[in-house]
């Protein structure tokens, strides 16, 4: 039977939920509060005998804790979070690690947390920047809020009801924006206040006592820890930061020619996505992970905007490559074909053809439905099979 190879990039799980309606409301301010779900552990697990902590390390996942007794703690089930600030109406590439983080969390008996929205995403993280972001109205906010909703639900599965949630100079962030040209703004400086305050609320009211993040966020979940220590006076309260996706000149990894490169197929359908994957250099694919293979339903879905055509399983049958590459549109003619081949251009199933005599098989067809024909690494056409 055929197959596409294709990395493996993210995982898709299907659980039970539920969500809660606290009344407490932390701040006075517009949009103080923060939609929660509580995901709840998969119903099938097989991974509740290993401890997260080692499976993130050696899966390249892990970069700091704020204490080594998170890795005995995690022993038995934690409410584990991370938050994420609707400063869009998707997540991007750049968010996708943490939703890998939290499965694995789930995958290991834990429950996770996501936090969307509220008073920080109309601060503004200012770790990492040097100016100031522009603050969101109240209807970006929402609809923001909801498209990100959608993302998760779709990349980690849904959960049915939403919760409302409502030593600063010390941290490199701060005083490197403190002592630039531009400054930092009082709002700007209560961002760490802020999801500090989160963390002490999710650890005294809902049990959360780990919260995850990109290594650029340190500061901000240890001044969550540290508020937890110092207010309750107890300990227990972990971080746990993971590696940042970057390219290998050390750029952030996620941008296009055409821009971001969003986890919602509203924005980016699956194939642009898949596309994206697909025509990055060896040089930026640190970890390219095991090969998976892709059925005809998976390459439907993400064949969208991709062009395609229609052939008689006779038709294509013991056709040569070169012919089928041609009558399929993908080559205006059959020398063209042949010099990308000599090239090491021209692709079967995203599989490399290097003879010319290369005739279609039945095993080339996936599923007997479907073909896929590259010419290099961005154009393609999916040949279908009437």
Known sequence: MASICAPTRALIFTHSTKRFFPSFKPFSLQCATKTTFILQQ???????????????QQRGLLDSLTSDALRSACSTPLRVYCG?????????????LALVVLSWFRRCGHRA??????????????????LERPELDADSLEKNTLGISNTIERILGGAQNPNLVGSMMAKESVRKRLESEQGMSYTEFTYQLLQGYDFLHLFQNEGVSVQIGGSDQWGNITAGTELIRKILQVEGAYGLTFPLLLKSDGTKFGKSEDGAIWLSPTLLS??????????????????PGSETKLDWKTIEGIAEGLPSCSLAYDEVLNLSLVDLSVSSGLFESKSAARRLLKQGGLYLNNSRVDSESKRIEAADIVDGKVLLLSAGKKNKVLVRIA
């Open 42 to 56: 998969p119903r099938h697990n097989n991974n509740n005998n290993n401890n997260v902590i080692q499976i993130l």
């Open 270 to 287: 699956p194939y642009k996505f898949y596309q994206y994957f697909f025509s990055v250099p060896d040089a930026d694919v640190i970890r």
């Open 113 to 130: 947390v996501a936090l969307i929205g509220g008073a920080t995403a109309r601060v503004g993280d200012p770790s990492g920047k040097s």
């Open 84 to 96: 994420f600030d609707p400063t869009a109406e998707s997540l991007h590439l750049g968010n996708l």
